[in-house]
C-alpha cells in the first residue's frame, strides 16, 4: 500500500515535471509584471504577439522538420529572401498602375510560391541524394543570402502602397468606447473617443496557418506519416509510406511558413531585409526543444513549440521594457536551451508499456 502510494507521488511529480515549461512561462510573467513596469498590460501582450509572430512561424516550420530527425538552418534566410522578393514585387507592381490592394495580394502569392524552392532544392537534396540535412540547409542558407544580397542591390526596396502599412499596422478588432465594434478598419470617431486596439493583423494571419498545421500534424494522415519517419525511418519505409517524397514536402513546408513570415515583416515594417530572419534560427531551434520535441526526431507538436516561442518572445519584451540589452537573451535562452534537454531527459514522457 504503501509502494503504491510512493508510485503515486511519483507520477504526480513527473507529470508536473512535464509541465515545466508552462511553470517557467507562469513565473516569467509575475517576475516581469514585478519588475518591468508597464509589462502588465493589454498592450504590452500585444506587443509580445505582434513581434513574436516571426518566430511563431519560424518555430512551427522548424518543428516539422524536427520531428522528422532533421533541421532547417536555411529558414531564417529563406524568410529574408521572401522579404525581399515580397517587397520589390510589391513595388513594381504598384508602380506599373496597379491598385494597393491587387498589388499586395499578387506580391504575397507569387513570394509563397517562390519561397517553396529553396523547400524543394533542401529535401531533394536531402532525400534522394542523402545529402546531410545540415550541409543540404546550411549550403542553401548561403545560396538564399547571396540571392537576397543581388536582389536588394545593397538598397532597401522602396515605395510600397500605404496600404501594406495599414495591413501590417492595423488590427483585426476595433471597440468604440459607449459602443460599436469595427473589424480590420479603425472607424472614424470624434474627437476625444476611445477607440481600443484588439488582436493585430498579422498575429490573426499567423494564428490561422499555425492552426491550420497544428491540425494537420495532429489529425490527418500526413502528420501520422510525419511522426512515423521521424520515429523509424526503416519501420515507415516498410509500412509502405514514401519517405522520400514526404521529406521533400516536409522541407517545402517549413520554406512556406518561412515565407510567410518574410511576408508579414514586410507588412509590418513595409521594406525588405536580406538578413531580417538570421538572427531567429536559434530562437526557434530553442522553441521546439523547450516545446519539448526531441532533436532525434519522433516527438512534438505545434502548440507546445508556440508556448516555447512564447517563452522566448515573452522573455525578450521584459527585458526591453526593463532597459537591459536584448543580446542578453541569448545568454539566457542558451541556458534555457541547455536546461530543457536535461530536464527532459530527468522528466521522460510515458512509453505505452508503462
Known amino acids: 500500500m504503501q509502494s503504491l502510494a510512493k508510485r503515486d507521488r511519483i507520477d504526480m511529480l513527473l507529470k508536473i515535471g512535464r509541465q515545466w515549461a508552462l511553470i517557467f512561462l507562469v513565473a516569467e510573467l509575475v517576475f516581469f509584471s514585478l519588475m518591468a513596469r508597464g509589462f502588465l498590460s493589454l498592450n504590452a501582450f500585444q506587443i509580445i504577439f505582434f513581434f513574436g509572430t516571426a518566430i511563431f512561424l519560424m518555430a512551427t516550420a522548424e518543428l516539422f522538420v524536427i520531428i522528422t530527425g532533421g533541421i532547417d538552418l536555411s529558414a531564417g534566410y529563406v524568410m529574408g529572401l521572401a522579404t525581399i522578393v515580397s517587397a520589390k514585387l510589391i513595388a513594381a507592381f504598384y508602380q506599373s498602375g496597379m491598385d494597393s490592394l491587387s498589388s499586395i495580394i499578387l506580391g504575397i502569392i507569387i513570394t509563397l510560391v517562390i519561397g517553396l524552392i529553396p523547400g524543394l532544392i533542401n529535401g531533394f537534396l536531402i532525400s534522394h541524394l542523402k545529402v546531410p540535412p545540415f550541409i543540404a540547409t546550411f549550403s542553401m542558407l548561403g545560396i538564399c543570402h547571396g540571392v ?50 484588439f488582436l493585430p493583423n498579422v498575429v490573426f494571419i499567423s494564428f490561422v496557418f499555425i492552426a491550420v498545421f497544428a491540425f494537420i500534424l495532429a489529425r490527418t494522415k500526413f502528420g501520422q506519416h510525419t511522426y512515423a519517419i521521424g520515429g523509424n525511418k526503416d519501420a515507415a519505409i516498410r509500412s509502405g509510406i514514401n519517405v522520400n517524397r514526404h521529406i521533400v514536402k516536409i522541407y517545402m513546408l517549413s520554406s512556406f511558413l518561412a515565407s510567410l513570415a518574410g511576408v508579414l515583416y514586410v507588412l509590418k515594417y513595409v521594406t525588405g531585409k536580406a538578413d531580417a530572419g538570421a538572427s531567429l534560427l536559434l530562437d526557434s531551434i530553442a522553441a521546439v526543444v523547450i516545446g519539448g520535441a526531441s532533436l532525434y526526431g519522433g516527438k512534438g507538436t505545434v502548440w507546445r513549440t508556440i508556448l516555447g516561442a512564447l517563452i522566448i518572445a515573452v522573455l525578450e519584451t521584459g527585458l526591453r521594457i526593463m532597459g537591459i540589452p536584448t543580446f542578453d537573451k541569448y545568454i539566457i535562452v542558451g541556458v534555457i536551451l541547455i536546461s530543457a534537454v536535461l530536464i527532459d531527459q530527468f522528466f521522460p514522457e510515458p512509453t505505452y508499456e508503462e
Open 148 to 197: 537576397s544580397e543581388l536582389l536588394i542591390s545593397e538598397k532597401a526596396a522602396k515605395n510600397l502602397p500605404l496600404l501594406a502599412n495599414e495591413i501590417g499596422n492595423g488590427n483585426f478588432i476595433y471597440f468604440v468606447n459607449g459602443g460599436g465594434i469595427s473589424f480590420f478598419s479603425r472607424p472614424e470617431v470624434p474627437r476625444g473617443v476611445k477607440v481600443y486596439e
